[in-house]
């Protein structure tokens, strides 16, 4: 009895690991308390990403120089490639490279996770034809890695995008993160903004679910202990 009361301890406090280590995007305000919804953290990284709606048609120069204060005064800086390809293994997608390689529509779970991505991240580009099903959403924004190591190419810089197409009942969704593209760092575009990060300045709360599992290994613990109380 007590062999199999410590055996299920330690199960209880294997899930409770496993719980506690899963990662999670999860929306929060940048303003406390405001319900602005202006990040999103991951809890795999510690990164928070900032809205890249908020960076809309303001080019990688202005932004990384301290237009709007998030760099200079907030704790944000431009994500790398890398750091966004994390981003994507949190949300469960495989980055395209290609910039015309889609995900298969057949595949209903990827294309669910890109949708709930683009709407975390804040589409810089919306469109919907009037009168149709078309239906367009797509997260796009400067990264931090330059283009070439090239002089030549000085000005030049990457960007990834992120997003969905729906027309009827076919979705096509995609997730680039900038090895494929390149745009110039001084120009302002309409649906291009920034994907800003920063390291995490919130204590991460456990999540109900972690906390039950922790406290059912605690009781279970507790049970051996006095298991082996009773016998003594």
């Known amino acids: 009895m007590r062999k199999l009361s410590a055996t299920l301890a330690l199960s209880l406090l294997g899930i409770s690991f496993a719980a506690s280590t899963n990662a999670a995007l999860i929306t929060r305000d940048f303003a406390a308390g405001s319900g602005d919804a202006l990040l999103t953290y991951d809890s795999d990284t510690g990164l928070e990403w900032l809205d890249t709606t908020i960076t809309d048609g303001r080019s990688f120069t202005e932004v990384k120089a301290g237009w709007g204060g998030w760099t200079t005064s907030s704790g944000f800086r431009y994500a790398t490639m890398a750091e966004l390809r994390g981003l994507f293994v949190s949300a469960g997608v495989t980055p395209n490279f290609s910039y015309d390689t889609y995900s298969p529509p057949s595949d209903v779970t990827y294309v669910d996770r890109i949708i709930d991505l683009t709407r975390l991240l804040g589409p810089t580009f919306i469109h919907e034809d009037e009168g149709s099903p078309l239906q367009r959403r797509s997260v796009m924004g400067f990264v931090a890695d330059d283009y070439s190591d090239n002089p ?6 990457r960007y990834a995008d992120i997003g969905f197409y729906q027309l009827g009942w076919t979705t096509y969704a995609w ?5 494929s593209t390149q745009v110039q760092r001084s120009g302002q575009y309409g649906e291009l903004g920034s994907f800003l990060v920063r390291e995490s300045v919130i204590t991460p709360v456990p999540e109900p679910k972690t906390l039950a599992l922790s406290g059912l290994a605690l009781l279970a613990l507790l049970a051996v202990r006095r298991n082996q109380e009773a016998v003594k």
């Open 152 to 157: 030549d190419y000085a000005g030049f810089g």
């Open 175 to 179: 997730a680039r993160d900038g090895s």
